[in-house]
């Protein structure tokens, strides 16, 4: 499986901007997709999932600005109201299961800056 992002961006503060990614390969029915994030010297930080059975999650940083959606193997992230925190490297992830195994995949990172 390998996954393509797109979308990152600069914007001032309060602006908009969406994010995708296309998974491509094979991708299993029961899978987990979401955009993670990093700043320079931090860990990484999940920003935001959904899975293949519609089940949200997002970090509280970012409850009620950002929408994570999907449509079969793409997963958006419409980021509204942002903030110069939300500056950091994106990335799309994926979580699948096949049988007793799992496996995780890493999209490469998409660049978010917002100035204030």
């Known amino acids: 499986v390998q996954l393509q992002a797109s979308g990152g961006g600069s914007v001032q503060a309060g602006g908009s901007l969406r994010l995708s990614c296309v998974a491509s390969?094979?991708?299993?029915?029961?899978?987990?997709m979401g955009w993670y994030r990093q700043v320079p010297g931090n860990q990484r930080e999940l920003v935001a999932a959904m899975g293949s059975n519609g089940n949200t999650n997002y970090a509280d940083s970012v409850k009620g600005r950002f929408t994570i959606s999907r449509d079969k193997s793409t997963v958006y992230l419409l980021m509204t109201s942002l903030k110069p925190e939300d500056t950091a490297i994106y990335y799309c992830?994926?979580?699948?299961?096949?049988?007793?195994?799992?496996?995780?995949?890493w999209g490469q990172g998409t660049q978010v800056t917002v100035s204030s």
């Open positions: 390969g094979i991708v299993s029915s029961i899978n987990v």
């Open positions: 992830n994926m979580f699948q299961w096949s049988g007793r195994n799992e496996y995780v995949y």
